[in-house]
């Protein structure tokens, strides 16, 4: 597919003595997204927008300058000949001034492709993005983008190389400012075994391509239903969120993911041995029936919680495998304290 006509930067990459010519195309694009305009309801006209000055009235665009406020009131105006006196080396090349190994994701910005500008400079630009892509590291560097100097990370995206903004160290609000009041106590052992469980049943390669912006969808089909004279249907009723034990939340989260990963077949049989699980923990069985169901009984702990056996892999959180009762069994010993460990 041809490249855009129109580049959104134009100039030099910029290796030490290496130079060779490029074009920055934007990586991301909105034209796709549903726009809204504002609409004067009685005239169904659109409303526009008009450049006014206070006791003067409307102007003309060509007669307005860009002006900085020094005092409440009171402005140094800048035109662009006073702009072009400051222009860096940077404003038409990227100059690489460092490589890394990683960069922290907080710092990421607006993606951009950054392609070889004509057949000599292909040569160079393909040496540069091997070289990157066998040492496995993140070329830094700077350029101006909309009169500003940006940090750009670089790095190989199949043939070509992609370029990233990066935010400046003081555009980014203090962490702590947020996550401080945040306890850093241990966790149930437990509760984080299954945790593990669910994140490894529901781990994955990404791929974008199977997200899409449900909310532009139902935007979408909203107008389409306003064009066809049709009433949107009623918002749906919101329930509000159960508050409940964390642990059973856990179990059942775990739950419906081995029964979602299982086959049909499987799956039916899962949901009668749920059921009669769940069953069993709010009616209490009788002896009998509680040895026939061996191998999914487990001694009652003096506790409301429900039990949900589930297998849980690794060291902790595994339960012991439940004898057949032989007898109507005592009451259980209370259960001993869960170990938990420091997060590190």
Same mark, same amino acid.
């Given at each position: 597919m041809p490249a855009p006509a129109r580049p959104y930067w134009?100039? $030099? #990459?910029?290796? +030490?003595?290496?130079?060779?010519? *490029?074009?920055?195309y934007?990586?991301?694009?909105?034209?796709?997204?549903?726009?809204?305009? &504002?609409?004067? !309801?009685?005239? %169904?006209?659109?409303?526009?927008?008009? #450049?006014?000055?206070?006791?003067? %009235?409307p102007v003309e665009r060509e007669d307005i300058v860009k002006g900085y406020e020094y005092e409440k009131g009171r402005y140094v105006t800048v035109d662009p000949d006073d *702009?072009?006196?400051?222009?860096?080396?940077?404003?038409?090349?990227?100059?690489?001034?460092?490589?890394s190994d990683d960069i922290d994701p907080i710092y990421f910005d607006s993606p951009y492709y950054l392609v070889p500008d004509g057949s000599v400079a292909e040569e160079g630009y393909r040496v540069i993005r091997e070289a990157l892509r066998e040492s496995g590291k993140v070329a830094v560097g700077r350029v101006v983008i909309n009169g500003q100097e940006r940090i750009i990370a670089i790095r190989p995206l199949g043939t070509g190389l992609l370029g990233n903004a990066l935010r400046y160290a003081d555009e980014i609000r203090k962490? !702590?400012?947020? $996550?401080? +009041?945040?306890?850093?106590?241990? *966790?149930?052992?437990?509760? #984080?075994?299954?945790? !593990? &469980?669910?994140?490894?049943?529901?781990?994955?390669?990404?791929?974008?391509?199977?997200?899409?912006?449900?909310?532009?969808? @139902?935007?979408?089909? #909203?107008?389409?239903?306003?064009?066809?004279?049709?009433?949107?249907e009623k918002e749906r009723e919101r329930r509000p969120a159960q508050v409940i034990n964390l642990m059973d939340a856990l179990?059942? +989260?775990?739950?419906? !993911?081995?029964? @979602?990963? /299982?086959?049909?077949?499987?799956?039916? @049989?899962?949901?009668?041995?749920?059921?009669?699980v769940e069953a069993g923990a709010e009616e209490a069985p009788a002896p009998a029936k509680t040895a026939a169901r061996g191998h999914r009984a487990v001694a009652a702990a003096p506790t409301k919680q429900?039990?949900?056996?589930?297998? *849980?892999?690794?060291?902790? %959180?595994? /339960?012991?495998?439940?004898?057949?009762a032989k007898a109507p069994a005592a009451a259980a010993?209370?259960?001993?304290?869960?170990r938990r460990r420091k997060a590190s």
């Open positions: 134009t100039g $030099f #990459l910029k290796l +030490s003595l290496v130079t060779i010519g *490029v074009r920055l934007t990586a991301a694009t909105e034209r796709e997204r549903v726009r809204f305009h &504002q609409i004067h !309801e009685p005239s %169904g006209e659109r409303v526009k927008q008009q #450049l006014i000055v206070p006791g003067i %009235g *702009v072009k006196r400051l222009r860096l080396e940077t404003t038409d090349t990227i100059d690489i001034v460092e490589f962490p !702590e400012d947020y $996550f401080g +009041s945040i306890a850093a106590d241990s *966790v149930d052992e437990d509760q #984080l075994a299954i945790m !593990e &469980q669910i994140i490894k049943r529901k781990t994955k390669k990404f791929d974008a391509g199977e997200f899409v912006d449900r909310y532009q969808t @139902a935007l979408r089909e #909203l107008i389409a239903q306003k064009l066809k004279g049709k009433l949107p179990k059942r +989260s775990l739950a419906e !993911e081995e029964t @979602a990963s /299982a086959p049909p077949r499987r799956r039916a @049989a899962r949901r009668t041995e749920e059921v009669e429900r039990n949900l056996l589930l297998p *849980v892999e690794g060291g902790r %959180g595994k /339960a012991p495998k439940a004898e057949p010993p209370a259960a001993e304290p869960r």
